[in-house]
């Protein structure tokens, strides 16, 4: 059985960092294209950064030089971090595992709030 969970979500301050990671059970993090979404209150949910299985990125504007992932293949994790955080990012985060047979799994999410 597959499980993702993320964990490093918290409180922090404007312009703080957080990182954030999602430890993988039940498959291999290098199997699979990994990506980080957030939903903030009232809003869809939207991408905030993705890599491939071949190791290409991809971010939004928003998260472009701010944030990065990075996947670890000895832990079974990918992270993602966060720097110069601002109340915009205020958002419940979760990632996200897929790969080219249809395989889509998602974590429970971990809440980042940014304030002063």
């Known amino acids: 059985q597959v499980e993702l969970a993320e964990s490093g979500g918290g409180w922090v301050q404007p312009g703080g960092s957080l990182r954030l990671s999602c430890a993988g059970a039940?498959?291999?993090?290098?199997?699979?294209?990994w990506n980080w979404y957030r939903q903030a209150p009232g809003k869809e949910r939207e991408l905030v950064a993705a890599v491939g299985d071949n190791g290409g990125s991809y971010y939004p504007e928003f998260a472009k030089v701010r944030f990065t992932i990075a996947r670890d293949y000895e832990k079974n994790e990918v992270f993602l971090q966060m720097n110069s955080l601002k109340p915009e990012d205020t958002a419940v985060y979760y990632c996200?595992?897929?790969?080219?047979?249809?395989?889509?799994?998602w974590g429970q999410g971990t809440q980042v709030t940014e304030s002063s």
């Open positions: 996200n595992a897929r790969n080219l047979w249809g395989a889509d799994y």
């Open positions: 039940g498959l291999s993090v290098v199997d699979f294209g």
